[in-house]
């Protein structure tokens, strides 16, 4: 495997379900992040974590629980979501999680659909 | 607010011809980053192409150039001689320390 992983590709969930998405990047970065993408709104920064710490957290639903055990790989915890939720979830990862040259890797995404 | 900005929210080319996507963007930093990305339907977002704000020369990346002004904040994507392969959407966004902000993006279209 190359570059940045995502598992599952997609994804359809009720409300009342617990899901997990799966993201693993294989290119020795220290930086990962989850990203949520919706119909018609830009792409929306999620989580930041660097080094297995969490360093940012934009205002994110407490549905949504992240994971980072390692820096090779991240985890997006789903509990009890919202039909709005349905999105395209992109992980990425970089070298370092600061920097204004650093280039950020994307994974293909996990479609999500919540009925 | 809005720091990146992509006014065209379509665009068509012609196979072999060049385009040129647009993006400006807002910041009173001196020190960032600026970067396009292609996504295809596919989903997943492609890295073509970097700026640092310090940079004197514009970034070329095979049939990829940025056409970056400062002064105008403005950091121009061009395509040169397209492809139908390039028929995708293509997002300009700004890296100022953390903080990475995407503009709404351009849907490009390739015609044969």
């Known amino acids: 495997e190359t570059g940045v992983t995502q598992t599952p590709r997609h994804l359809v969930m009720g409300m009342t379900n617990k899901k997990s998405l799966k993201c693993e990047q294989h290119?020795?970065?220290?930086?990962m992040y989850w990203y949520k993408q919706s119909a018609k709104k830009p792409l929306e920064l999620m989580f930041v974590?660097?080094?297995?710490?969490?360093?940012e957290n934009n205002s994110v639903p407490s549905r949504f629980s992240p994971e980072c055990p390692n820096s090779s790989h991240l985890f997006l915890h789903l509990h009890t979501l919202q039909p709005e939720d349905s999105a395209l979830y992109l992980c990425?990862?970089?070298?370092?999680?600061?920097?204004?040259?650093?280039?950020?890797?994307f994974g293909p995404g996990t479609r999500l659909l919540v009925l | 607010a809005q720091k990146i900005t992509q006014t065209q929210p379509g665009m068509f080319v012609q196979e072999k011809e060049a385009v040129t996507l647009d993006c400006t963007y807002d910041?009173?930093?001196?020190?960032?980053?600026l970067f396009w990305y292609k996504q295809p339907s596919s989903g997943e977002m492609i890295f073509l192409i970097y700026?640092?704000?310090?940079?004197?020369q514009n970034a070329t990346e095979g049939r990829y150039s940025l056409n970056f002004q400062k002064a105008r904040k403005s950091a121009n994507l061009v395509i040169s001689a397209s492809q139908l392969g390039d028929s995708a959407m293509y997002f300009c966004?700004?890296?100022?320390?953390?903080?990475?902000?995407f503009g709404a993006g351009t849907r490009l279209t390739v015609k044969p």
């Open positions: 990425a990862s970089s070298q370092d999680a600061r920097g204004d040259q650093e280039t950020q890797y």
């Open positions: 290119l020795g970065h220290n930086a």
């Open positions: 974590y660097s080094l297995e710490e969490r360093v």
């Open positions: 910041t009173s930093d001196q020190s960032y980053g």
């Open positions: 700026q640092g704000s310090y940079d004197e």
């Open positions: 966004a700004m890296r100022e320390g953390r903080d990475m902000r």
